[in-house]
């Protein structure tokens, strides 16, 4: 029941809107005070259908986790775009280099229906169960001497 996300807090809300309650989140739980951010948002409006707190939430969840250790370097670049009809968030850490090997082990081995694991795994699994059930998919990326990309895609509401 713990791990089971509520979805009765869906409604429809601008992505980038979305955005500002995503870094307030990270922000929040990150430790990094001096993190500098630079957003770049679209100016069309990109509908959403989501539980604002929980992806929110979620999304701060996976910037946030030991595998990523995003805003090390003390810069974050956000963005926002349309890419066909998935409204887009775009994350970029410049120089940051990670090895996301164990990310996606933790994320492929957790099974919580078995009670596998507890703590930070475990809210990685929760998350990506939460944007699985909005029909959003993220995917991280780390580049020699160019730095660690996150995007989250979402469907947009027509």
């Not at 986790?65 to 963005?79: A, E, H, P």
């Amino acid at each position: 029941a713990m791990t089971e996300p509520e979805l009765t807090g869906r409604g429809f809300t601008d992505l980038n809107t979305l955005v500002t309650r995503i870094i307030e989140n990270f922000l929040a739980t990150n430790g990094n005070a001096s993190i500098q951010l630079k957003t770049v948002l679209a100016e069309e409006k990109l509908r959403v259908k989501v539980d604002m707190e929980l992806v929110a939430g979620a999304v701060s969840d996976l910037l946030n986790s030991r595998y990523l250790n995003l805003g090390s370097s003390g810069s974050l670049i956000l963005r926002t775009l349309r890419n066909g009809s998935f409204g887009e968030l775009h994350v970029y850490e410049p120089g940051s280099q990670v090895k996301l090997a164990g990310l996606y082990r933790a994320l492929e081995n957790l099974d919580l229906n078995e009670g596998d694991s507890i703590g930070e795994d475990l809210n990685l699994a929760r998350a990506k169960q939460i944007l699985d059930s909005h029909q959003a998919t993220f995917q991280a990326e780390s580049e020699l001497r160019e730095g660690l990309s996150f995007v989250v895609k979402f469907p947009l509401a027509d």
